[in-house]
């Protein structure tokens, strides 16, 4: 159970049943041992290597170790015609994923050229607005008549247009702070503007299961940092009074700053920051509080505000929201919103602002028109109902699947479902199964999970009906039979009906 007494906060992790876990350490020694062997093999000559090789460079050092590939080599591309595959047309409801065959164990591809119609039950298009069809997209269509595709420039150069400045207005009315900056990548979002916060003599304190954006942006911007245990707000203190008793390592001199950073919800867990508790010791420890909105933004809260809408925490208690609009509007690049000298810094320093093309005026288009159906300015109740949906939609097919036996992380609010399946092998099965029978999805593996914790992951959206998801419950029981994946020890009732 999650710490802290928030009724909204609490989820439950079920543990991995000890014979699994044995079971799934066995699976993988076996597959280092043949993947050493066939090393082996290919070193000497006796099998043909097809893996990339550095040649012609005798004397200089490998730009690459050929061992920090093994994992990709060995494991991952025998498994992997059932990831990324290719899909064809807009990522809605339903999605078009084109047939790939292979005759080598996917180092190489044959394209029918069929493809195979599926509920998507993958992509994160949570309130269902990647669409190309309506008034949306006709506006954006003639957003490109007007603008072009591209601005060609920087924000700090000839790239800022009059639509974003509109974009950050009312981003910033409808987050309730003070002012917001809009970038062209989420990723970079991150990365380059932590950076633009914290530097030398700075701690930044993050929960361990943060997005690769947000580690890599506290590697860049070269403060000390510390990590706690995923929304343990029990050990987020105790990190936090070793730093104001111990100060910075060496001198003892106290931090020029200490950054708290977490994510909304996080994409792999599917589980709800801890918000009410971190927001208490940030006051309580005159810490500052940097919370990642990417997949909370529009998915939580009765209004789609995100995590702070969820728990009824003001926007003001929060020092910096950063998130994404790939997600839940339907579109490209990211935000950040504060205090207005804060976001000024920004614009100032930030290497995003300065550096990077600036988001092109079709995508400012899109998320400003889905601003505004979320706000209610257009489109009457509309996104008052897409919220009210995902919200209906991720607590049944959630709920259905732990029924049926399956175990399930997460919290019931979020549309991010991780089913634990454990072994990296059945990854593949489980989707390409799933796929055969009308229901797209992915799957992730470790190094993005913990050795013994693979699964795949649904998203849910707006996009999707009722009748939808009980067909995609009805194909995912039916291939978990087949492979055996229902670890919960809860009974399965078939006959317990769960509301929708």
Known sequence: MVDGSNAKLLEEYEETPPIIAIYCYISYVILNIFGHLRDFCRRTGIEKNKASVERGREGYVPLYKSYESFYTRNIYRRICDGWNQPIIGVPGAYVDVL??????YNWTFRFPGSSTRCINMGSYNYLGFAENTGARAEKVHDCILKYGSSVGTTRHEYGTLDIHNELEKLMAQFLSMEDCVVFGMGFATNTTNIPTLAGKGCLLISDELNHASLILGCRLAGSSIKVFKHNNARDLERKLVEALADGQPRTRKPWKKIIIVVEGVYSMEGSIVNLPEI??????????????????IGALGKSGRGVCDHFGIATSEIDLLMGTFTKSYGSAGGYVAGKKELIDHFRANSHS?????????????QIILVLRTIMGQDSGTEGKDRIAQLARNSKYFRRKLKQMGFIVYGNDDSPVVPLLIFFPGKIRDFILK??????????????????V????????????????????????????????????????????????
């Not at 940030?282 to 990417?294: G, I, Q, S």
């Open 353 to 365: 602002f300065a550096y990077a093309s600036s988001m092109a005026a079709p995508v400012a288009q």
């Open 99 to 104: 047939d790939r065959h292979t005759d080598d």
């Open 453 to 500: 914790e693979s699964r795949v992951r649904f998203c849910l959206s707006a996009s999707h009906t009722k009748e939808m998801l009980d067909r995609a419950l009805k194909v995912i029981d039916y291939v978990g039979d087949k492979l055996a994946l229902k670890y919960s020890r809860q009974p399965y009732d078939p006959d317990k009906m769960i509301p929708y």
């Open 434 to 451: 799933a796929k055969k029978l009308g229901v797209a999805t992915v799957g992730a593996g470790f190094p993005a999970t913990p050795l």
């Open 279 to 296: 927001v208490r010791l940030k006051k309580k420890y005159k810490a500052y509080l940097y919370v990642d909105e990417a997949h909370s």
